[in-house]
Nanobody, 123 residues
């Protein structure tokens, strides 16, 4: 089992940047593929980015491609999501997720979830 805690959210103006972090504890972090998802008010949770346990495979949603970068530091048991050129439509609760299965872009592909961190982009 792995426990996930997100941080780094906050209020930012459109065009600004944020870096989200997800700290993992429990079983060996380096064995897990990691994902970031988000959920805006009144909408379903959606995929943002994912990285395989080796870091060799990375995927992004079209809506964030070119603006976001996912990375991981296995020595620190942490995965990051750097978000640039933020837009009002990026406002959501951002969730970190983990799986021992193959990295994917769908919700049911992940077994462990954090509590989320709020990102609010003001226009």
């Amino acid at each position: 089992q792995v426990q996930l805690v997100e941080s780094g959210g906050g209020l930012v103006q459109a065009g600004g940047s944020l870096r989200l972090s997800c700290a993992a504890s429990g079983r060996t972090f380096s064995s897990y593929s990691m994902g970031w998802f988000r959920q805006a008010p009144g909408k379903e949770r959606e995929f943002v980015a994912a990285i395989s346990w080796t870091g060799g495979r990375i995927y992004y949603a079209d809506s964030v491609k070119g603006r976001c970068t996912i990375s991981r530091d296995n020595a620190k048991n942490t995965v990051y999501l750097q978000m640039n050129s933020l837009k009002s439509e990026d406002t959501a609760v951002y969730y970190c997720a983990a799986t021992l299965r193959r990295v994917s872009d769908y919700l049911t592909g992940y077994d462990y979830w954090g509590q989320g961190t709020q990102v609010t982009v003001s226009s």
